[in-house]
């Protein structure tokens, strides 16, 4: 399914500032977040739809535009439940607190990893700009909230 990258320069670097925050902020409750996946290149999002494990067909993951980031809990990585872990309740509290979007508030696909920059109402805007246009947009999304 291609490479996962987990480097945080690949995200914008308004999004990025926020994710190394709520990082923070979970190592400051005891947890031990892991930056799983940042970017996300078209290949490997079309191989995670026709695996089942993603829904944004055609490159549309916010993963492809350097807005999205999956985190996962370092002690027990997605499996937090069976472990009565509450790292990614806290990781949607964060990121909330950040104006950031959490995959674990979404009916259709509960994505309890993945946070990112703009809501999807936000997203549209982002596939269409221009590469070098997408940090000052997430910006402008983030002085209006």
Known sequence: MGTVISDISRLTPAFGARVLAVLGALKGQGYKPT?????????RAAAL???????ARGGLSMHCYGCAADVICGDHQWDCARHHCKFFESLGDQAED?????????ATLHDLPHIQAVPVAW??????????????LVQRFFAGR
């Open 123 to 136: 997203q549209e805007k982002i596939r269409t700009a221009k590469p070098e246009e997408i940090d000052a």
């Open 49 to 55: 739809v026709a695996a089942g494990k993603s829904k």
């Open 35 to 43: 930056l799983h996946e940042t970017y996300r290149d078209p290949a």
């Open 98 to 106: 950040m104006s950031l979007t959490w995959g674990g508030r979404w």
